[in-house]
């Protein structure tokens, strides 16, 4: 559930506004810093520092002047960590009548993985004492949602009565009024700031904003529909060979995420992890990829970004996980498949380069392409007949000719994929020591709409005799709890 916390006070002048944040304001906590503003430019305030802009409208009608004419009403928002200085915001100086004013308000939530906002407006132009808006955006609406309801009138004596906000099929209970200020500086204007929640209904409408004003105004107001997060993102390491990472981006639905990137970021290196860059998840709640492809010996974290119905971006990420290996590792992700090796040393790589020469008036002019990826003889050693044997699994069927090399410890500048042409295989007839002599040419990753390969129906039926020993096990559970269980350990 989600609460109002606390207000800090009004800060106001004709043109820059540093509002202090309310006694109690603490980290995880969702600051709110809304702002009433007018110039004769309709001049947007400045994003504070670490603030992130949820919108902004100017409304009212007519010219600027003192009490009349258009006000612009702006939210900030920050997810608090403690420490926090007071935030900046301006409009340009020097304008006559130019008039700024703004407060900051606390929300606190009582579960949830983060915060998740969204924000729509509208203005009434009509001067009078009943004060109604329609907002521009529809947004999504749920049972428990906060309204945070922001008030700008033109009129700085407008005190208001009987705040309310309404959408078809959704049921609001009544607001509470916490905000009233009167902003003098300059031609002035009036901030106001109520709450009401959601107690019942759903849907995707837009809202309407309205109010008793106790003298004529005109102006703006807005809704900020805050949500308690639901998606979450977890990397379980599996316990299988080639290691992979299975990756579940959860909560999608509840938080009306409608697209979904993956990411592995390994030191400097950012790569969409395979099969999700992109992936249209608006009729889903889970996300589900394996990740096999990962370098070993050094940590590895995975961010998700996830666009909203709205096309807000929401970054969700985990802290970073190591695989650890015993050796180097040839594998082909796609079939799921690997094998154990040991490169030998040296490793010479050649580089080609379609040329011309030409002999212009005694000075030789060289015109070429540009020089190829590298190409040469990798030599590996497996040490046990189960090796090799794995080796000759992955070689013989390689996706698109690809294979996948890592180090045991990885190094970037031999870690990669590579296209096999040919390879020679070299046993000792004394122990299981085998070589291999693979001739590669570096190349590009397998295509990216190619998933790797987790668990299949041949792990539930190697581990499982029948559909009543499979209900048995997963009781109680779903098929998701059966698509995140790690056969390996079983």
């Known amino acids: ?290 990740d096999a492809e990962q370098p070993f010996g050094i940590p590895v974290s995975y961010t998700a970004e996830l666009t909203d119905a709205a096309g807000t971006v929401w970054t969700v990420s985990v802290a970073p996980i190591t695989t650890t290996v015993d050796s180097d590792v040839i594998s082909d992700a796609i079939r799921g498949i690997g094998a154990a090796v040991k490169i030998e040393s040296p490793l010479d790589w050649a580089r080609t380069r379609d040329t011309a020469k030409f002999n212009v008036g005694g000075r030789i002019v060289v015109v070429g392409k540009k020089r190829s990826t590298p190409s040469g003889t990798m030599t590996v050693r497996t040490v046990t007949d189960a090796d090799g044997d794995a080796l000759n699994a992955v070689l013989d069927d390689l996706t698109e000719g690809v294979l996948l090399f890592r180090k045991q410890s990885s190094l970037s500048r031999l870690d990669g994929y590579y296209a096999l042409t040919d390879d020679t295989e070299s046993p000792n007839w004394y122990d299981q020591y085998r070589w291999f002599q693979l001739e590669v040419q570096s190349t590009e990753a397998w295509p990216n709409i190619l998933e790797a390969a987790g668990y299949t129906l041949q792990d539930i039926a190697d581990n499982f005799t029948t559909l009543q020993d499979i209900a048995t096990f997963f009781t109680p559970g779903t098929l998701l709890t059966i698509a995140l269980f790690d056969f390996g350990t079983v």
Request: avoid cysteine; glycine fraction near 14%.
């Open 1 to 290: 559930m989600i609460s109002y916390g606390a207000a800090g006070a009004l800060s106001q002048h004709t043109d820059t506004v540093t509002p202090a944040l309310p006694a109690g304001a603490s980290a995880g906590q969702l600051a709110v810093l809304q702002v009433v503003s007018g110039h004769a430019l309709d001049s947007i305030p400045s994003t504070p520092s670490g603030w992130t802009l949820a919108g902004t409208l100017s409304g009212g009608g007519g010219s600027f002047a003192l009490n009349t004419g258009p006000r612009r009403l702006t939210l900030f928002v920050r997810v608090l960590v403690g420490g926090e200085a007071a935030p900046t915001a301006a409009i340009p100086s020097g304008s006559t009548g130019s008039t700024i004013g703004a407060r900051i308000v606390t929300l606190t939530r009582s579960a949830g993985t983060g915060w998740r906002w969204a924000a729509s407006f509208g203005e009434d132009n009509t001067s009078g004492t009943g004060f109604s808006i329609a907002g521009a955006s529809a947004l999504t609406w749920a049972s428990g949602d906060f309204g945070f309801l922001a008030y700008a009138w033109n009129t700085q004596t407008a005190s208001t009565t009987a705040r309310a906000i309404t959408a078809a099929g959704v049921t609001f209970g009544t607001a509470v009024s916490h905000l009233g200020d009167a902003i003098t500086s300059g031609y002035g204007a009036r901030l106001t700031m109520a709450d009401s929640s959601v107690t019942a209904g759903s849907g995707t409408q837009a809202p309407t904003i309205t109010s008793t004003l106790s003298a004529a105004a005109t102006g703006v107001a807005g809704v900020l529909r805050v949500r308690e997060a639901g998606t979450g993102l977890t990397v379980t390491a599996q316990a299988a060979f080639p290691p992979r990472n299975l990756i579940s981006v959860s909560g999608l639905r509840a938080d009306d995420i409608v697209t979904a990137t993956v990411y592995r970021q390994a030191g400097a290196t950012r790569t969409p992890v395979r099969a999700a860059a992109a992936v249209d998840v608006s009729a889903a709640s889970v996300l589900l990829r394996v």
